[in-house]
């Protein structure tokens, strides 16, 4: 199986995604689910203010090219977003199966 994170953009400036690839790592938190699995990609949304998701399909190609099908909504992104159901939709509206969080 191959997975990507799904990250707030807010918290990109304040974070190098540690929690996040440690969990992962440790197979522990929201990745205690996989034996198999391999973490090839981690992203953020365009922002707040913004369609959320505008432009992206390029990268939506790119994880489904690789074989990604499923998208982890980081911690950040349960902490920090008001949309956070908005972007759920849209992730499994564009093909992919939608975990919810990643470390604790
Ligand atoms: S829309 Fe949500 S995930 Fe995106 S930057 Fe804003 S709070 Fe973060």
Do not use: W
Not at 10 to 34: L, N, Q, V
Not at 42 to 71: A, I, W
């Amino acid at each position: 199986m191959k997975i990507g994170v799904l990250v707030c953009n807010k918290m990109t400036y304040d974070c190098t995604g540690i929690g996040c690839f440690k969990a992962f790592e440790d197979r522990r938190d929201a990745f205690s689910i996989y034996q198999d699995a391999k973490l090839l990609a981690f992203f953020h949304c365009n922002g707040c203010n913004k369609p959320l998701f505008e432009g992206m399909d390029y990268k939506f190609e790119q994880l489904k090219r690789s074989g990604v099908d499923t998208l982890h909504m980081a911690r950040c992104i349960e902490v920090e977003c008001h949309r956070y159901d908005e972007i759920k939709l849209t992730l499994e509206d564009k093909g992919f199966q939608v975990v919810k969080g990643s470390h604790s």
